[in-house]
Protein backbone atom coordinates (compact mmCIF):
# COMPACT_ATOMS: atom_id res chain seq x y z
CA UNK A 1 0.00 0.00 0.00
CA UNK A 2 0.94 3.78 0.04
CA UNK A 3 2.31 5.81 3.11
CA UNK A 4 4.41 8.43 4.46
CA UNK A 5 6.10 8.25 7.65
CA UNK A 6 7.38 11.48 8.84
CA UNK A 7 10.25 12.67 11.42
CA UNK A 8 7.74 13.50 14.84
CA UNK A 9 7.98 17.10 16.15
CA UNK A 10 7.84 19.04 17.24
CA UNK A 11 11.21 21.03 16.39
CA UNK A 12 12.88 23.93 18.16
CA UNK A 13 15.56 25.75 16.01
CA UNK A 14 17.75 29.04 16.87
CA UNK A 15 17.66 31.40 13.60
CA UNK A 16 20.17 30.45 11.20
CA UNK A 17 20.40 26.81 12.04
CA UNK A 18 20.49 24.08 9.50
CA UNK A 19 16.80 22.31 9.41
CA UNK A 20 16.27 18.60 8.31
CA UNK A 21 12.71 16.96 8.48
CA UNK A 22 12.83 13.13 7.54
CA UNK A 23 10.50 11.77 5.70
CA UNK A 24 10.60 7.87 4.21
CA UNK A 25 7.74 6.32 2.05
CA UNK A 26 5.88 3.32 0.68
CA UNK A 27 4.12 3.40 -2.53
CA UNK A 28 2.93 1.57 -5.10
CA UNK A 29 3.81 2.25 -8.93
CA UNK A 30 6.12 5.63 -9.33
CA UNK A 31 4.92 8.60 -7.20
CA UNK A 32 5.41 11.63 -7.07
CA UNK A 33 6.59 13.25 -4.14
CA UNK A 34 5.36 16.69 -2.25
CA UNK A 35 6.77 18.79 0.93
CA UNK A 36 3.43 21.21 1.98
CA UNK A 37 3.83 23.83 4.95
CA UNK A 38 1.16 25.14 6.77
CA UNK A 39 1.09 28.39 8.76
CA UNK A 40 -1.07 29.11 11.60
CA UNK A 41 -4.53 29.34 10.60
CA UNK A 42 -4.09 28.90 6.95
CA UNK A 43 -4.46 25.76 4.20
CA UNK A 44 -1.81 23.53 3.34
CA UNK A 45 0.10 25.12 0.46
CA UNK A 46 2.71 23.48 -1.66
CA UNK A 47 6.30 24.25 -0.82
CA UNK A 48 8.18 21.89 -3.31
CA UNK A 49 7.36 18.80 -5.42
CA UNK A 50 9.64 16.49 -7.35
CA UNK A 51 8.65 13.78 -9.93
CA UNK A 52 10.97 11.03 -10.43
CA UNK A 53 14.20 9.35 -8.68
CA UNK A 54 16.87 11.89 -7.84
CA UNK A 55 14.77 14.56 -8.65
CA UNK A 56 15.42 17.88 -6.64
CA UNK A 57 12.26 20.15 -5.83
CA UNK A 58 12.89 23.36 -4.36
CA UNK A 59 11.47 26.54 -3.45
CA UNK A 60 12.46 29.47 -0.93
CA UNK A 61 15.53 28.06 0.53
CA UNK A 62 14.17 24.79 1.02
CA UNK A 63 15.18 21.39 -1.00
CA UNK A 64 14.44 18.09 -1.07
CA UNK A 65 15.69 15.18 -3.35
CA UNK A 66 13.83 11.95 -4.51
CA UNK A 67 15.79 9.21 -2.88
CA UNK A 68 14.05 5.64 -4.85
CA UNK A 69 16.71 3.60 -3.22
CA UNK A 70 16.14 4.74 0.07
CA UNK A 71 12.61 5.49 -0.27
CA UNK A 72 13.31 8.92 1.28
CA UNK A 73 12.25 12.69 0.30
CA UNK A 74 13.73 14.58 3.32
CA UNK A 75 13.57 18.34 3.57
CA UNK A 76 16.50 20.40 4.72
CA UNK A 77 16.73 24.12 4.75
CA UNK A 78 20.49 25.96 4.88
CA UNK A 79 19.48 29.01 7.01
CA UNK A 80 16.04 28.66 9.29
CA UNK A 81 14.26 32.26 9.47
CA UNK A 82 11.17 32.85 12.74
CA UNK A 83 9.25 33.31 9.24
CA UNK A 84 9.48 29.48 8.57
CA UNK A 85 8.02 28.17 11.75
CA UNK A 86 5.17 26.43 10.59
CA UNK A 87 4.05 22.75 10.20
CA UNK A 88 5.21 20.64 7.88
CA UNK A 89 4.03 18.23 5.54
CA UNK A 90 5.17 14.77 3.50
CA UNK A 91 3.12 13.62 0.61
CA UNK A 92 2.90 11.50 -1.81
CA UNK A 93 0.82 10.64 -5.32
CA UNK A 94 0.82 7.26 -6.70
CA UNK A 95 0.55 6.61 -10.63
CA UNK A 96 -2.13 3.74 -9.59
CA UNK A 97 -4.62 5.75 -7.93
CA UNK A 98 -5.98 9.74 -7.39
CA UNK A 99 -5.35 10.11 -3.82
CA UNK A 100 -2.81 11.68 -1.99
CA UNK A 101 -0.99 10.24 1.11
CA UNK A 102 0.14 12.78 3.87
CA UNK A 103 2.36 12.34 6.52
CA UNK A 104 1.43 13.37 10.09
CA UNK A 105 3.18 16.96 9.66
CA UNK A 106 6.28 18.19 11.80
CA UNK A 107 5.87 21.47 13.83
CA UNK A 108 9.04 23.91 13.45
CA UNK A 109 9.44 26.58 15.78
CA UNK A 110 12.17 28.85 15.09
CA UNK A 111 13.57 31.16 17.62
CA UNK A 112 15.60 34.53 17.41
CA UNK B 1 -5.96 32.71 -10.82
CA UNK B 2 -8.57 31.99 -7.90
CA UNK B 3 -7.39 29.15 -5.16
CA UNK B 4 -9.95 26.79 -3.73
CA UNK B 5 -12.84 28.79 -1.63
CA UNK B 6 -14.64 27.53 1.20
CA UNK B 7 -17.10 28.96 3.53
CA UNK B 8 -17.77 30.05 5.99
CA UNK B 9 -14.25 30.70 7.89
CA UNK B 10 -15.36 30.36 10.93
CA UNK B 11 -18.45 28.42 12.33
CA UNK B 12 -19.43 28.44 16.31
CA UNK B 13 -22.98 26.38 16.42
CA UNK B 14 -24.62 24.65 19.23
CA UNK B 15 -24.90 20.83 19.62
CA UNK B 16 -27.56 19.48 17.85
CA UNK B 17 -27.87 21.60 15.27
CA UNK B 18 -27.33 21.34 11.50
CA UNK B 19 -23.92 22.76 10.11
CA UNK B 20 -23.37 22.80 6.16
CA UNK B 21 -19.41 23.70 5.03
CA UNK B 22 -19.02 24.77 1.75
CA UNK B 23 -16.46 24.68 -0.94
CA UNK B 24 -15.63 25.72 -4.71
CA UNK B 25 -13.07 23.99 -6.57
CA UNK B 26 -10.07 25.71 -8.75
CA UNK B 27 -12.15 24.82 -12.32
CA UNK B 28 -11.23 22.17 -14.28
CA UNK B 29 -10.24 19.65 -11.08
CA UNK B 30 -11.48 16.43 -11.57
CA UNK B 31 -11.03 15.36 -8.08
CA UNK B 32 -12.58 16.75 -4.87
CA UNK B 33 -10.98 16.02 -1.56
CA UNK B 34 -13.13 16.79 2.07
CA UNK B 35 -11.04 16.92 5.29
CA UNK B 36 -10.84 17.09 8.45
CA UNK B 37 -7.80 18.45 10.92
CA UNK B 38 -7.94 17.75 14.80
CA UNK B 39 -5.06 18.18 17.17
CA UNK B 40 -5.51 14.80 18.47
CA UNK B 41 -5.86 12.76 14.64
CA UNK B 42 -4.27 15.47 12.41
CA UNK B 43 -5.07 15.24 8.66
CA UNK B 44 -8.15 12.63 8.03
CA UNK B 45 -9.35 12.17 4.46
CA UNK B 46 -13.31 11.50 4.44
CA UNK B 47 -14.42 11.97 1.18
CA UNK B 48 -13.28 12.32 -1.92
CA UNK B 49 -15.12 13.12 -5.32
CA UNK B 50 -14.13 12.40 -8.72
CA UNK B 51 -16.04 14.33 -11.46
CA UNK B 52 -18.96 14.66 -8.97
CA UNK B 53 -19.54 11.04 -8.26
CA UNK B 54 -18.17 9.90 -4.69
CA UNK B 55 -15.84 7.84 -5.05
CA UNK B 56 -14.09 6.64 -1.28
CA UNK B 57 -16.58 7.57 1.46
CA UNK B 58 -14.67 5.39 3.98
CA UNK B 59 -13.04 8.16 6.13
CA UNK B 60 -16.92 9.78 7.42
CA UNK B 61 -16.83 9.22 10.97
CA UNK B 62 -20.48 8.43 10.96
CA UNK B 63 -23.93 8.76 10.05
CA UNK B 64 -24.76 11.95 10.69
CA UNK B 65 -21.70 13.30 8.17
CA UNK B 66 -23.26 13.70 4.68
CA UNK B 67 -21.27 15.32 1.23
CA UNK B 68 -22.25 15.64 -2.26
CA UNK B 69 -21.31 17.63 -5.00
CA UNK B 70 -24.44 19.13 -7.07
CA UNK B 71 -21.83 20.06 -9.96
CA UNK B 72 -18.77 20.39 -10.72
CA UNK B 73 -17.79 23.73 -9.40
CA UNK B 74 -19.92 23.44 -5.76
CA UNK B 75 -19.74 20.81 -2.50
CA UNK B 76 -20.91 20.43 0.80
CA UNK B 77 -20.09 18.62 3.42
CA UNK B 78 -23.08 18.22 6.00
CA UNK B 79 -23.04 17.31 9.94
CA UNK B 80 -26.90 16.39 11.57
CA UNK B 81 -26.72 16.76 14.27
CA UNK B 82 -23.55 18.23 15.31
CA UNK B 83 -21.57 17.41 18.32
CA UNK B 84 -19.20 18.69 20.65
CA UNK B 85 -16.93 15.96 19.11
CA UNK B 86 -16.80 17.64 15.46
CA UNK B 87 -15.13 20.79 16.11
CA UNK B 88 -12.14 20.95 14.15
CA UNK B 89 -10.79 22.47 11.40
CA UNK B 90 -12.46 21.28 7.55
CA UNK B 91 -9.96 21.32 4.09
CA UNK B 92 -11.35 21.21 0.83
CA UNK B 93 -9.17 20.45 -2.08
CA UNK B 94 -8.66 20.03 -5.53
CA UNK B 95 -6.53 18.47 -7.92
CA UNK B 96 -6.83 16.96 -11.40
CA UNK B 97 -6.64 12.84 -12.19
CA UNK B 98 -3.31 11.26 -11.59
CA UNK B 99 -3.21 10.19 -15.93
CA UNK B 100 -0.65 12.72 -17.44
CA UNK B 101 -0.68 14.77 -14.38
CA UNK B 102 0.50 12.72 -11.63
CA UNK B 103 2.98 15.65 -10.87
CA UNK B 104 -0.05 17.80 -10.17
CA UNK B 105 -0.40 18.74 -6.42
CA UNK B 106 -3.34 19.00 -4.67
CA UNK B 107 -4.71 22.87 -3.74
CA UNK B 108 -5.95 23.71 -0.62
CA UNK B 109 -8.55 26.34 0.88
CA UNK B 110 -8.26 27.94 4.02
CA UNK B 111 -10.83 25.71 5.68
CA UNK B 112 -13.31 26.59 7.94
CA UNK B 113 -13.00 26.73 11.42
CA UNK B 114 -15.84 24.31 13.00
CA UNK B 115 -16.76 25.07 17.19
CA UNK B 116 -19.66 23.03 18.16
CA UNK B 117 -20.88 23.99 21.83
Known amino acids: GNSVTQMEGPVTLSEEAFLTINCTYTATGYPSLFWYVQYPGEGLQLLLK?????DKGSNKGFEATYRKETTSFHLEKGSVQVSDSAVYFCALRSNTGNQFYFGTGTSLTVIP | DAGVIQSPRHEVTEMGQEVTLRCKPISGHDYLFWYRQTMMRGLELLIYFNNNVPIDDSGMPEDRFSAKMPNASFSTLKIQPSEPRDSAVYFCASSFASGTRIDQPQHFGDGTRLSIL
Open chain 1, 50 to 54: ATKAD
